[in-house]
């Protein structure tokens, strides 16, 4: 009892710290601009890892890049982080917080790039937020040193997900609801 105990509340820590990720800045327009920033060079990573993926982007509706910290204690994990969704040339900031359940031990800083084949399922995702999906991974990578780039399943078809690992060490498989939601006070 007292080694759950003690899990738990580790575990607790784990979730609050994630809990306070959010853009660097202190004004509105810097939080916007390190966004928007994250979203650039995600971007530029995707494209020279996965060429493909430029000329897949230009038959999309739109999309939405995020920033992740995942973290992964024994069966619980927990994330949160922020991003764009860029449709017909409007931004939308938005956060994000997910929740799962699964063997795994780690902490990952990734960044999701989700391409949407169609307008109604963008505006679903912006105005809705919800997705729900499991994942697998394996990924270690610490500065220039390691790394991954890898797909993750969406429960929509009309949703295609990729993810690129920043830095971390992670062995999880995990099934995790997520909630993307408008940031009310990025989008004033």
Same mark, same amino acid.
């Given at each position: 009892? +007292? &080694?759950?105990?003690? $899990? @738990?509340?580790?575990?607790? !820590?784990?979730?609050?710290?994630?809990?306070?990720?959010?853009?660097?800045?202190? $004004?509105?327009?810097?939080?916007?601009?390190?966004?928007? *920033?994250?979203?650039?060079? $995600? @971007?530029?990573? !995707?494209?020279? +890892? +996965?060429?493909?993926?430029?000329?897949? %982007?230009?038959?999309?509706?739109?999309?939405?890049?995020?920033?992740?910290?995942? $973290? *992964?204690?024994?069966?619980?994990?927990?994330?949160?982080?922020?991003?764009?969704?860029?449709?017909?040339?409007?931004?939308?900031?938005?956060?994000?917080?997910?929740?799962?359940?699964?063997?795994?031990?780690? @902490?990952?800083? =990734?960044?999701?790039?989700? %391409?949407?084949?169609?307008?109604?399922? @963008? *505006?679903?995702?912006?105005?809705?937020?919800?997705? =729900?999906?499991?994942?697998?991974?394996? #990924?270690?990578?610490?500065?220039?040193?390691?790394? #991954?780039?890898?797909?993750?399943?969406?429960?929509?078809?009309?949703?295609?997900?990729?993810?690129?690992?920043?830095?971390?060490?992670? !062995? &999880?498989?995990?099934?995790?609801?997520?909630?993307?939601?408008?940031?009310? +006070? !990025?989008?004033?």
């Amino acid at each position: 009892m +007292e &080694q759950l105990m003690r $899990t @738990l509340s580790i575990f607790g !820590l784990i979730v609050m710290m994630s809990a306070c990720t959010g853009p660097k800045g202190d $004004t509105t327009a810097e939080k916007k601009a390190f966004i928007d *920033n994250m979203a650039s060079e $995600t @971007l530029a990573d !995707l494209y020279r +890892e +996965e060429p493909e993926a430029k000329s897949r %982007m230009a038959k999309m509706a739109g999309y939405a890049v995020f920033s992740n910290i995942n $973290t *992964n204690l024994f069966l619980f994990s927990s994330g949160s982080g922020y991003g764009v969704a860029h449709s017909g040339g409007k931004k939308t900031y938005m956060k994000m917080y997910s929740l799962g359940l699964g063997p795994g031990l780690g @902490l990952k800083d =990734f960044r999701a790039v989700f %391409m949407f084949r169609d307008q109604d399922t @963008l *505006n679903k995702f912006i105005e809705e937020g919800w997705e =729900f999906g499991g994942h697998a991974d394996a #990924a270690a990578k610490s500065d220039e040193k390691g790394g #991954a780039v890898g797909g993750q399943a969406s429960v929509d078809s009309d949703i295609v997900i990729y993810t690129l690992t920043e830095a971390g060490v992670a !062995l &999880q498989a995990t099934v995790a609801g997520t909630k993307y939601w408008k940031n009310d +006070e !990025l989008n004033q």
